[in-house]
Structures are given as structure tokens and as C-alpha cells.
């Protein structure tokens, strides 16, 4: 575990580093503190420390922390995830919000927390929910995030659960929120993998969209598998022009961090480019 200093546990510095994959800050800005079908079920304190240990393991500095779009065992609240962060200064929260599941009081909660500063963003899980991005009863929350210049972070591509309906969670959904939406900062989370080209055309049509790289796989990536995603952010990122747009994150504990890292290693990028993906964007983005 990093040490304690005033009661807060520390990120890890550059000079702490034995990574030779690249020598600059990481930011992982997609992982969970959920339990997923088919693991082991651990406690909240439990999860956050593995998390933290995962981090200094694969020599993560930062990572943001997303709550979900319902609240039960496997899933913590936004007020749950904020107390277990509070002692470390190099976790983020980004709070999930659902229409079926969330109500006014909880998006007066995330106006608090924005005017606070605790989280840095929100999170919609269009797919999982029958809800398309444009649904107009999202606005509240779109108007939020534009007020506290936050991003909106919205579910993208294939779901994790079968239960999810993938005509919500088309990559091209996101044209019209951006559209009608134009000081609004939104990220689309997976690339909209497997629609890569649809969600490469939003973006460059699309100033104020971004994308992370989060969820490509579950679990490790296989060599052939790997092989195939390098060309498609090759082709992603040539099409697109300067990577100003995309973000690293991993998914984390669905995804493995040591294995997204040397997978991001592989991608033929030049310096400035590997700044801006793996930390700068969101550096920016969500003011950290």
C-alpha cells in the first residue's frame, strides 16, 4: 500500500516507477467498484483496497471510480463510493444516473457534489437502460454537467449483460446530443465497440465528443484478438486526426490493467500522443 501522509494515502510519483513500458503519468479513467457475476463477493472495503493494490501493482496514478445505475450487494451507491475514496487523493468519482432508479433528490445530490467538487462528472448506461441518450428527461442532467463544465459519460457498444438493448446504445445516438447539446463535453464510453467506425465519425464530426478505450475485452488480451484492435484505433485515430478526443481506461475489474497497459504500449503513437491518451485528455477534461 502507498503511505499515509495526513491521513491520506499518496499517488504514486514518476520517480516511484519501474515501468518500461512508457515513463509518463497514467490515468485510468473507467473502473468500478462493482461485483460481477462469476467472482468472488468481497466486501466494499474489500474491493477499494484491491483496486488501490491494482494500481500501484500495474503502476496506475489515478484512476476514476463510476458508480452504477442501481444500487443493491453488488453495486454501491455514489454516497457509498465517495466515503471509501475520501482518504485516497488520487481516486476520482464519476456517479451514475438512471431514470428508472434515481430521483430528483438524488440529482440535487450530484448539484451538491458538483458545487463540492467530490465528483467529476456523471455517468448515463444507455443500453443496460431502454432509454435512448436523447431521451429528453436527460436533459436535467446534461444541463448540469454544462453548468459545473463536467463531462457526461454515457454508455456506448455492446453491453456486459444480456439484458441490454443494443438500439440504445448505438454510437450514432450520441450525433443528436451533441447536436442539441453543442457546450456539452461528452464521452463515449468503448469507442461504441463494435460500431468503431460509427463512433470515429461522431468525433470528428463532433467537437465537444470524446471516447475512452475502456471494455475492449474480459478479462486478458489474447495476441489475435490484440493484433485486431491495435488496426482498429490505427484506423480510428487516422480518420479522427490528433487523439485530443481519446482517453484511456480499462473497465477495471471487468478488464485486467496490467494487460490493457501493455496493450496500449503496442499502439504506434508519438509521445505526444501517448501524453494526451494515456493522462492529458483527461486531466483536462475532468480537472484533476
Known amino acids: ?14 520517480a516511484d516507477r519501474n515501468n518500461d513500458r512508457f515513463d509518463m503519468r497514467v490515468i485510468d479513467c473507467h473502473v468500478h467498484l462493482n461485483h460481477y457475476e462469476g467472482t468472488p463477493h468481497f466486501p466494499l472495503t474489500d474491493r477499494i483496497k484491491k483496486l488501490v493494490d491494482t ?4 503502476t496506475v496514478d489515478s484512476a476514476i471510480v463510476l458508480s452504477s445505475y442501481k444500487v ?16 485516497y487523493d488520487n481516486l476520482f468519482v464519476v456517479a451514475g444516473f438512471s431514470l428508472d432508479n434515481h430521483t430528483e433528490d438524488y440529482l440535487q445530490d450530484c448539484k451538491k457534489w458538483l ?35 463536467v463531462p457526461v459519460m454515457i454508455h456506448t457498444g455492446d453491453t456486459f449483460s444480456s439484458t441490454g438493448k443494443l438500439r ?7 450525433d443528436d446530443v451533441a447536436v442539441d ?22 468525433i470528428y464530426k463532433n467537437k465537444n465528443v470524446y471516447a475512452d478505450i475502456s471494455g475492449l475485452v474480459l478479462g486478458d488480451f489474447t495476441h489475435f484478438y490484440e493484433e485486431y484492435m491495435i488496426e482498429k484505433i490505427a484506423e480510428f485515430l487516422n480518420y479522427a486526426g490528433e487523439p485530443r478526443y481519446l ?13 490493457y497497459l501493455n496493450f496500449v504500449a503496442r499502439l504506434d503513437l508519438s509521445d505526444h500522443a501517448r501524453e494526451l491518451l494515456m493522462f492529458k485528455n483527461a486531466q483536462r477534461l475532468f480537472k484533476i
Open 1 to 14: 500500500m502507498p503511505a499515509l501522509s495526513n491521513g491520506r494515502i499518496h499517488t504514486i510519483k514518476p
Open 55 to 58: 494500481m500501484r501493482g500495474s
Open 72 to 87: 443493491n450487494d453488488d453495486r454501491p451507491s455514489t454516497s457509498q463510493i465517495l466515503d471509501v475514496v475520501k482518504k
Open 115 to 149: 458545487k463540492d467538487g467530490k465528483i467529476k462528472g456523471i455517468k448515463l448506461y444507455c443500453g443496460y437502460e431502454h432509454y435512448y441518450p436523447y431521451d429528453k428527461r436527460y436533459q436535467p442532467v446534461y444541463d448540469l454537467c454544462v453548468e459545473y463544465d
Open 168 to 174: 440504445y446504445s448505438h454510437p450514432l445516438n450520441i
Open 181 to 202: 447539446n453543442p457546450e456539452l463535453k461528452i464521452i463515449m464510453c468503448h469507442m461504441g465497440n463494435p460500431w468503431i467506425l460509427d463512433c470515429q465519425e461522431v
Open 247 to 259: 482517453l484511456y481506461g480499462t473497465d477495471w475489474p471487468i478488464s485486467n490493467m496490467e494487460s
